[in-house]
């Protein structure tokens, strides 16, 4: 059974410093991509950032580039998220997501495993 299980959500002040976990458990590791979504209220889920476990290849939303890194263990089994520069736009519920295959899709339809979410909230 697949799961994904995230960690490390909260409440922070503008500025401050952030970072989610992403467990996973049930995958195959030999190919696969792992990525970060959000999604605020009243808004569309949208991509935040991805990598592909095989390559290590890293993808970023333009709104994150340059704040955010994501990065992966491999003996873990776990993917991270280090979130910098936090502003009030970043508040929404973060989800890790995965995928069969190599190559890092923006579109949330083509990840088949999803964890629950945590919360980031971004005060100014």
């Known amino acids: 059974q697949v799961q994904l299980v995230e960690s490390g959500g909260g409440v922070v002040q503008a500025g401050e410093f952030l970072r989610l976990s992403c467990a996973a458990s049930?995958?195959?590791?030999?190919?696969?991509?792992m990525a970060w979504f959000r999604q605020a209220p009243r808004k569309e889920r949208e991509f935040v950032a991805g990598i592909s476990w095989s390559s290590g290849m890293t993808d970023y939303a333009d709104s994150v580039k340059g704040r955010f890194t994501v990065s992966k263990d491999n003996a873990k089994n776990r993917v991270d998220l280090q979130m910098s520069s936090l502003e009030p736009e970043d508040t929404a519920v973060y989800y890790c997501a995965a995928r069969g295959g190599r190559s890092i899709s923006v579109s949330a339809d083509m990840y088949g495993y999803w964890g629950l979410g945590t919360q980031v909230t971004v005060s100014s």
């Open positions: 049930g995958l195959s590791v030999s190919a696969r991509t």
